[in-house]
Protein backbone atom coordinates (compact mmCIF):
# COMPACT_ATOMS: atom_id res chain seq x y z
CA UNK A 1 0.00 0.00 0.00
CA UNK A 2 0.98 3.69 -0.86
CA UNK A 3 3.07 4.89 2.21
CA UNK A 4 0.22 7.84 2.36
CA UNK A 5 -2.34 5.63 2.73
CA UNK A 6 -0.86 3.97 5.65
CA UNK A 7 -1.11 7.04 7.31
CA UNK A 8 -4.37 7.47 5.85
CA UNK A 9 -5.18 4.19 7.58
CA UNK A 10 -4.22 5.18 10.81
CA UNK A 11 -5.77 8.53 11.33
CA UNK A 12 -9.49 6.13 10.59
CA UNK A 13 -8.62 3.88 13.48
CA UNK A 14 -10.36 0.99 13.93
CA UNK A 15 -13.87 -0.23 14.16
CA UNK A 16 -15.02 2.82 12.02
CA UNK A 17 -18.19 3.13 9.10
CA UNK A 18 -16.18 4.29 6.26
CA UNK A 19 -16.61 6.56 2.72
CA UNK A 20 -14.06 6.08 0.85
CA UNK A 21 -14.45 8.70 -2.12
CA UNK A 22 -12.15 8.22 -5.43
CA UNK A 23 -11.32 4.77 -3.82
CA UNK A 24 -9.17 3.97 -6.44
CA UNK A 25 -8.51 -0.16 -7.01
CA UNK A 26 -10.08 -0.49 -3.25
CA UNK A 27 -6.66 -1.29 -1.68
CA UNK A 28 -7.19 1.40 1.27
CA UNK A 29 -10.62 -0.14 2.04
CA UNK A 30 -9.88 -4.00 1.76
CA UNK A 31 -7.23 -2.88 4.43
CA UNK A 32 -9.45 -0.78 6.74
CA UNK A 33 -12.16 -3.87 6.50
CA UNK A 34 -9.96 -7.12 6.57
CA UNK A 35 -7.08 -5.29 9.15
CA UNK A 36 -8.99 -2.95 11.32
CA UNK A 37 -12.64 -3.82 11.57
CA UNK A 38 -14.23 -1.08 9.48
CA UNK A 39 -17.23 -1.18 7.62
CA UNK A 40 -17.05 0.82 4.70
CA UNK A 41 -17.79 1.53 0.74
CA UNK A 42 -16.25 3.29 -2.17
CA UNK A 43 -16.82 5.44 -4.71
CA UNK A 44 -15.25 5.44 -7.71
CA UNK A 45 -15.71 6.74 -11.49
CA UNK A 46 -12.93 5.02 -13.25
CA UNK A 47 -14.21 1.90 -14.62
CA UNK A 48 -11.12 -0.07 -13.88
CA UNK A 49 -10.95 1.12 -10.02
CA UNK A 50 -14.62 0.22 -10.00
CA UNK A 51 -13.82 -3.39 -11.12
CA UNK A 52 -10.97 -4.19 -9.38
CA UNK A 53 -12.77 -3.16 -6.30
CA UNK A 54 -15.01 -5.14 -7.42
CA UNK A 55 -12.32 -8.14 -7.69
CA UNK A 56 -11.19 -7.52 -4.14
CA UNK A 57 -14.60 -8.11 -2.92
CA UNK A 58 -14.77 -4.21 -1.67
CA UNK A 59 -18.13 -2.34 -1.54
CA UNK A 60 -18.35 0.20 -4.35
CA UNK A 61 -20.72 2.40 -6.38
CA UNK A 62 -19.36 3.39 -9.83
CA UNK A 63 -20.42 7.53 -10.17
CA UNK A 64 -19.01 10.48 -10.05
CA UNK A 65 -18.56 11.51 -6.19
CA UNK A 66 -19.57 15.06 -6.62
CA UNK A 67 -23.27 13.68 -7.27
CA UNK A 68 -23.35 10.87 -5.06
CA UNK A 69 -21.94 12.97 -2.15
CA UNK A 70 -25.66 15.09 -1.97
CA UNK A 71 -27.67 11.90 -2.27
CA UNK A 72 -25.53 10.58 0.88
CA UNK A 73 -27.37 10.87 4.23
CA UNK A 74 -26.15 12.89 6.87
CA UNK A 75 -24.20 11.69 9.46
CA UNK A 76 -23.99 8.22 7.79
CA UNK A 77 -20.55 7.16 8.27
CA UNK A 78 -18.09 7.87 10.79
CA UNK A 79 -15.09 8.93 8.30
CA UNK A 80 -15.10 10.04 4.96
CA UNK A 81 -11.80 9.69 3.10
CA UNK A 82 -10.95 11.83 0.17
CA UNK A 83 -6.96 10.77 -0.91
CA UNK A 84 -5.19 12.59 -3.84
CA UNK A 85 -8.51 13.26 -5.28
CA UNK A 86 -9.25 16.99 -3.69
CA UNK A 87 -7.31 18.66 -6.45
CA UNK A 88 -9.20 16.87 -9.43
CA UNK A 89 -12.76 17.61 -8.33
CA UNK A 90 -14.86 20.44 -9.54
CA UNK A 91 -16.14 22.11 -6.78
CA UNK A 92 -13.85 21.13 -3.76
CA UNK A 93 -15.54 23.34 -1.58
CA UNK A 94 -18.85 21.74 -2.05
CA UNK A 95 -16.66 18.44 -1.23
CA UNK A 96 -15.56 19.29 1.86
CA UNK A 97 -18.75 20.78 3.00
CA UNK A 98 -20.31 17.71 2.21
CA UNK A 99 -17.84 15.19 3.01
CA UNK A 100 -18.46 17.25 7.14
CA UNK A 101 -22.39 16.61 6.41
CA UNK A 102 -22.05 13.07 5.87
CA UNK A 103 -19.48 12.26 8.65
CA UNK A 104 -18.18 13.55 11.90
CA UNK A 105 -14.53 13.00 10.75
CA UNK A 106 -13.34 13.72 7.06
CA UNK A 107 -9.28 12.80 6.00
CA UNK A 108 -8.06 14.25 3.47
CA UNK A 109 -4.27 13.64 1.70
CA UNK A 110 -3.49 16.50 -1.33
CA UNK A 111 -0.29 17.28 -3.29
CA UNK A 112 1.29 20.56 -1.78
CA UNK A 113 1.39 22.72 -5.40
CA UNK A 114 3.65 25.38 -3.59
CA UNK A 115 6.20 23.00 -2.77
CA UNK A 116 9.64 24.92 -4.07
CA UNK A 117 10.57 22.11 -6.59
CA UNK A 118 7.91 23.01 -8.14
CA UNK A 119 7.81 26.74 -7.73
CA UNK A 120 11.78 26.48 -9.11
CA UNK A 121 10.32 24.63 -11.90
CA UNK A 122 8.01 27.06 -13.06
CA UNK A 123 10.06 29.96 -12.38
CA UNK A 124 13.31 28.65 -14.05
CA UNK A 125 12.53 26.46 -16.87
CA UNK A 126 9.30 28.34 -17.93
CA UNK A 127 6.88 25.01 -18.40
CA UNK A 128 4.19 23.65 -15.82
CA UNK A 129 6.14 21.14 -13.27
CA UNK A 130 5.77 17.51 -13.41
CA UNK A 131 7.21 15.56 -10.13
CA UNK A 132 6.72 11.66 -8.38
CA UNK A 133 3.34 12.99 -6.49
CA UNK A 134 2.25 15.03 -9.65
CA UNK A 135 3.29 12.96 -12.91
CA UNK A 136 1.12 14.18 -15.37
CA UNK A 137 1.62 16.83 -17.93
CA UNK A 138 -0.34 19.81 -18.26
CA UNK A 139 -2.38 18.30 -20.94
CA UNK A 140 -3.10 15.08 -19.66
CA UNK A 141 -3.38 15.41 -15.69
CA UNK A 142 -6.58 14.79 -13.90
CA UNK A 143 -5.94 18.16 -11.67
CA UNK A 144 -7.68 21.12 -11.99
CA UNK A 145 -7.77 23.10 -8.63
CA UNK A 146 -4.12 23.28 -7.81
CA UNK A 147 -3.62 24.36 -4.14
CA UNK A 148 -1.12 25.09 -1.76
CA UNK A 149 -1.19 23.61 1.78
CA UNK A 150 -1.98 26.78 3.02
CA UNK A 151 -4.68 27.42 0.30
CA UNK A 152 -6.37 24.40 1.68
CA UNK A 153 -5.96 25.35 5.16
CA UNK A 154 -8.17 28.08 4.64
CA UNK A 155 -10.50 26.61 2.47
CA UNK A 156 -11.22 24.06 5.30
CA UNK A 157 -11.62 27.43 8.03
CA UNK A 158 -14.06 28.47 5.57
CA UNK A 159 -15.66 25.49 5.81
CA UNK A 160 -16.49 25.38 9.44
CA UNK A 161 -14.25 22.07 9.82
CA UNK A 162 -11.33 22.19 12.43
CA UNK A 163 -7.74 20.62 11.63
CA UNK A 164 -7.43 17.55 14.07
CA UNK A 165 -4.21 16.40 12.77
CA UNK A 166 -2.06 16.93 9.76
CA UNK A 167 0.97 15.12 8.74
CA UNK A 168 3.27 16.19 5.87
CA UNK A 169 4.90 14.59 3.11
CA UNK A 170 8.09 14.09 1.53
CA UNK A 171 8.31 13.30 -2.40
CA UNK A 172 7.36 9.72 -1.82
CA UNK A 173 4.98 10.21 0.42
CA UNK A 174 6.39 9.52 4.13
CA UNK A 175 6.09 11.64 6.67
CA UNK A 176 8.41 13.99 6.58
CA UNK A 177 10.75 15.39 9.03
CA UNK A 178 13.13 18.22 9.86
CA UNK A 179 12.45 22.21 7.90
CA UNK A 180 9.47 20.43 6.42
CA UNK A 181 7.74 20.86 9.62
CA UNK A 182 9.17 24.90 9.99
CA UNK A 183 8.32 25.51 6.44
CA UNK A 184 5.83 23.41 5.29
CA UNK A 185 3.98 25.08 2.04
CA UNK A 186 7.78 25.54 0.95
CA UNK A 187 8.78 21.93 1.73
CA UNK A 188 6.44 19.43 2.17
CA UNK A 189 5.33 17.93 -0.96
CA UNK A 190 2.18 16.93 0.30
CA UNK A 191 -0.06 16.61 3.84
CA UNK A 192 -2.59 14.09 5.31
CA UNK A 193 -5.37 15.97 7.41
CA UNK A 194 -8.01 15.15 9.76
CA UNK A 195 -10.34 17.41 9.97
CA UNK A 196 -13.46 17.46 12.52
CA UNK A 197 -17.37 18.92 12.05
CA UNK A 198 -18.17 21.01 14.82
Known sequence: MRFDLEIVAGMVGTGQRVLDLGCGDGELLETLIS???CEGVGV???PEGFHSCIGRGVPVTQGDLEKELPATESESFDVAV???TLQAVRRPDRVLAEM???ATRQIVSLPNFGHWRLRADLTLGGRMPVSELLPYQWFDTPNIHLCT???FEALVEETGSRIEKRVLLDG???PARGLRSTFPNL???GAVYSLVTP
Do not use: K
Open 44 to 46: ESD
Open 82 to 84: LSL
Open 187 to 189: LAE
Open 35 to 37: RQA
Open 100 to 102: GRV
Open 172 to 174: AGR
Open 149 to 151: LAD
